[in-house]
């Protein structure tokens, strides 16, 4: 079973995808991670230094790559923010056998303070200076990104769950399907 994680920055993709692959002892996989080692860059010098239509066709060949990977039978991927919003990626990920996705949907307010604390780390929000212009940002961009996040086979509101509560919650749906 291949599980693939979607949702906004900072919405917990990385940190849960992390929890849960150790939960089901199965194989983990950043798409970010797998993009820097392969290009032996980091994500915000890949913004940079080659800008973000390059960034879009490796995130687009590295999740095909992923997802086509015999080795990867068993599989927790976490996609970056944007993945699910370019080229046919969601279609990709809903046609793939032995595959389910989960939008993990977090609140505006959570989602502002982190990126806040974290920003240097995300080239898209790295220049705001202040919160109310993220929070602009992060409003719009969020409303324009939920008509891919929707595709996404379950939804799961994080917003009021830790960690553990999250797992809970995703072994839950997947159980019942
Ligand atoms: N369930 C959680 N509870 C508290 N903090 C969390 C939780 N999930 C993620 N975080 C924190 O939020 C930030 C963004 O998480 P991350 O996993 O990098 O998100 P994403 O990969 O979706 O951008 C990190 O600092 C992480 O430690
Ligand atoms: O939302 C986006 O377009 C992006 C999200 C990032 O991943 P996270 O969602 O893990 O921060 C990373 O792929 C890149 O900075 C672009
Ligand atoms: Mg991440």
Redesign the pocket.
């Known amino acids: 079973m291949k599980i693939v994680?979607l949702?906004?920055?900072?919405?917990?993709?990385?940190?849960?995808?992390?929890e849960l692959a150790k939960h089901l002892q199965i194989q983990f996989v950043?798409l970010?991670h797998y993009i820097e080692t392969k290009l032996q860059m980091n994500i915000s010098e890949i913004f940079q230094q080659k800008g973000e239509i390059f960034f879009r066709k490796i995130e687009n060949e590295c999740l095909k790559e992923v997802l086509d990977n015999s080795e990867h039978e068993n599989l927790v991927l976490?996609l970056?923010?944007g993945t699910p919003c370019y080229y046919n990626n969601m279609e990709l990920i809903n046609q793939q056998e032995n595959t389910t996705s989960f939008y993990?949907k977090?609140n505006i307010q959570?989602l502002l303070e982190?990126?806040w604390?974290?920003k240097e780390s995300?080239p898209l929000i790295s220049h705001y200076q202040d919160l109310f212009g993220l929070e602009e940002f992060i409003r719009k961009h969020l409303f324009e990104r939920q008509f891919f996040y929707l595709q996404a086979k379950h939804i799961v509101e994080?917003s009021n769950?830790?960690?553990t509560q999250?797992i809970e919650t995703i072994n839950l749906k997947m159980n019942n399907k």
């Open positions: 994680l949702g906004y920055m900072s919405s917990g993709k990385s940190s849960v995808g992390k950043d970010d976490a970056g923010g993990l977090q959570t982190r990126l604390e974290e995300r994080v769950l830790n960690m999250i």
